[in-house]
């Protein structure tokens, strides 16, 4: 067995603290040994019934048999391309998935969870896509990103689970009050328009308001939850554990909805990152020199990768950069 696959197996054969849960995330979805960790992937999927005990596999078989059979978001991308990351998905979204099936038994309705279908919007890299909900509420989600919700709402609430970055536009429902989840955070409003940005590899999480009012609360950490107003923005950073709420200009902060580029002091690591989604690139950052600098800047949305880069080697001074097929090496 390879060293790839002894530390998926292992993880996922033990019970680890959040920050591990979050590094470990972080090196799955990283571009290297990619095919290996799919493999893996594979292996621990299909292996996973097989393993199940008698207090997990009820749920199990419902979180299967509903993301199975739940219709999928259309795909221009490869079937290959889509299959592998729909595993990638699976896996961290389960423990998210894991809690409506708890919710629903702790309940005593072991009936509700068979007849909802959960529908799962896997966007790819260099892809945006406007879904509409259930309740005509109207989603635009960023390249990179995986949102799954039920076919149809039922109950007293409206639960969506993010992965990724996310625009709504939630119609208002005073008797079904609406819920997003991410791995940091879970955002609760009645009908307003609001960005999520929460990536599972990513350094932060964030909600920005435009117009209505919502409620943030984190999972991590002793926190109060954040109320937000119009143009105020929370940002929870997984790294130190700080909280910070400020009033930022919201159409920067959505200016991707458009296909366009805005950076406000991102570090390297972020604009890599933003490159990977938004051009379907792999980035290899091959120096640490670039570290501290930060940067702004606006592009509109015919601006190109050639263009981005030739701005970021006018801006940082030493930047050289070189493309290879579908890698771009930063050095």
Same mark, same amino acid.
């Given at each position: 067995?390879?060293?790839?696959?002894?530390?998926?197996?292992?993880?996922?054969?033990?019970?680890?603290?959040?920050?591990?849960?979050?590094?470990?995330?972080?090196?799955?979805?990283?571009?290297?040994?990619?095919?290996?960790?799919?493999?893996?992937?594979?292996?621990?999927?299909?292996?996973?019934?097989?393993?199940?005990?008698?207090?997990?596999?009820?749920?199990?078989?419902?979180?299967?048999s509903?993301?199975?059979?739940?219709?999928?978001?259309?795909?221009?991308?490869?079937?290959s391309?889509v299959?592998?990351?729909?595993?990638?998905?699976?896996?961290?979204?389960?423990?998210? +998935? !894991?809690?409506?099936?708890?919710?629903? =038994?702790?309940?005593?309705?072991?009936? #509700?969870?068979?007849? &909802?279908?959960?529908? /799962?919007?896997?966007?790819?890299?260099?892809?945006?896509?406007?879904?509409?909900?259930?309740?005509?509420?109207r989603v635009?989600?960023?390249?990179?990103?995986?949102?799954?919700?039920?076919?149809?709402?039922v109950?007293?609430?409206?639960?969506?689970?993010?992965?990724?970055?996310?625009?709504?536009?939630?119609?208002?429902?005073?008797?079904?009050?609406?819920?997003?989840?991410?791995?940091?955070?879970?955002?609760?409003?009645?009908?307003?328009?609001?960005?999520?940005?929460?990536?599972?590899?990513?350094?932060?999480?964030?909600?920005?308001?435009?117009?209505?009012?919502?409620?943030?609360?984190?999972?991590?950490?002793?926190?109060?939850d954040?109320? +937000? !107003?119009?143009s105020?923005?929370?940002? =929870?950073?997984?790294?130190?554990?700080? #909280?910070?709420?400020? &009033?930022?200009?919201? /159409?920067?902060?959505?200016a991707?909805?458009?296909?366009?580029v805005?950076?406000?002091?991102?570090?390297?690591?972020?604009?890599a990152?933003?490159?990977?989604?938004?051009?379907?690139?792999?980035?290899?950052?091959?120096?640490?020199?670039?570290?501290?600098?930060?940067?702004?800047?606006?592009?509109?949305?015919?601006?190109?990768?050639?263009?981005?880069?030739?701005?970021?080697?006018?801006?940082?001074?030493?930047?050289?950069?070189?493309?290879?097929?579908?890698?771009?090496y930063?050095?």
């Open positions: 067995m390879s060293k790839v696959s002894k530390i998926i197996q292992e993880y996922f054969r033990g019970v680890y603290p959040e920050h591990v849960r979050r590094n470990f995330a972080s090196w799955l979805m990283a571009s290297k040994d990619f095919k290996e960790k799919d493999e893996s992937l594979l292996e621990v999927w299909n292996s996973l019934e097989a393993n199940a005990d008698a207090s997990t596999e009820k749920s199990f078989l419902n979180l299967q509903r993301i199975v059979s739940g219709a999928k978001c259309p795909s221009k991308k490869s079937d391309f299959g592998k990351l729909c595993k990638v998905a699976v896996v961290l979204l389960l423990p998210l +998935l !894991s809690a409506t099936a708890t919710w629903f =038994y702790m309940k005593g309705d072991a009936a #509700v969870p068979e007849e &909802i279908r959960l529908i /799962e919007c896997i966007v790819p890299n260099g892809e945006i896509r406007n879904i509409v909900l259930p309740d005509s509420s635009t989600l960023n390249a990179g990103s995986i949102l799954v919700y039920p076919q149809r709402f109950g007293n609430t409206r639960i969506v689970y993010l992965n990724g970055e996310a625009f709504f536009n939630i119609v208002r429902n005073e008797d079904q009050p609406f819920s997003v989840n991410t791995v940091d955070m879970e955002i609760a409003v009645l009908g307003t328009v609001f960005n999520i940005s929460s990536y599972i590899d990513g350094g932060n999480s964030s909600a920005t308001l435009e117009s209505g009012r919502i409620n943030v609360s984190f999972k991590n950490g002793d926190y109060p954040v109320a +937000l !107003s119009p105020e923005r929370v940002v =929870y950073d997984r790294v130190s554990g700080f #909280v910070e709420k400020r &009033i930022v200009k919201v /159409e920067n902060i959505i991707w909805t458009k296909g366009n805005v950076l406000q002091g991102a570090a390297i690591e972020e604009i990152k933003i490159i990977e989604r938004r051009y379907g690139m792999n980035v290899l950052l091959n120096s640490n020199k670039y570290q501290n600098e930060r940067i702004t800047l606006k592009l509109d949305d015919e601006a190109g990768l050639d263009e981005l880069m030739n701005v970021l080697h006018h801006l940082i001074p030493g930047l050289h950069y070189k493309t290879d097929n579908n890698k771009l930063i050095y």
